[in-house]
């Protein structure tokens, strides 16, 4: 009698993470030690050194926020995707108007967090990246998203 085995490989799935808040930043990381395979190779404080560490460091996935200094989170984005195509870009921002989130998705952009509901939402939009889907929090607006096309990803209620 043959034995069949199902080999599972878990890879690490590097991540960076920019956001100028420390708390908030720290209330990031701390969400992503919870899964065994998500590993933080940077937190950063600024668009700038977001994009310098993603050169040196190719992280599978960046979380950015939108109102990074230095150089904000679309334009740290754009960079990043241009020079890493192959990571995906997921935003934490408290802004939700519709222009930003087009703005966001028409460049690449994997997921959109509102912040409020980073506790519920992160893991599920880093869920969704990886598994090649598009996430967005609930209660975002995606009314006049015509370039950015339809919706990424129909929001995902928690309780």
């Known amino acids: 009698m043959q034995s069949r085995y199902i080999l599972v490989i878990f890879s690490r799935v590097r991540v960076l993470v920019a956001e100028d ?7 990031i990381c701390s969400i992503l030690a919870t899964r065994a395979n998500l590993e933080v190779v940077c937190a950063v404080a600024d668009g700038l050194e977001a994009i310098q560490k993603a ?9 950015l926020d939108i109102g990074l200094p230095t150089l904000n989170g679309i334009e740290a984005a754009r960079q990043i995707r241009k020079l890493v195509p192959e990571s995906k870009i997921i935003f934490v921002s408290q802004e939700s108007s519709a222009e930003v989130l087009q703005e966001a998705f028409s460049l690449g952009a994997w997921g959109y ?3 409020p509901r980073a506790r519920l939402d992160i893991l599920a939009a880093i869920d969704a990246a990886l598994a090649g889907s598009r996430f967005v929090s609930v209660g975002l607006s995606f009314e006049n998203l015509t370039d950015a096309g339809p ?5 995902i209620k928690y309780s």
């Open 21 to 27: 808040f420390e708390p908030f930043r720290q209330f």
């Open 55 to 63: 050169k040196v460091l190719e992280p599978d996935l960046a979380l």
């Open 113 to 115: 967090v509102s912040k």
């Open 151 to 155: 919706p990424p990803f129909a929001a």
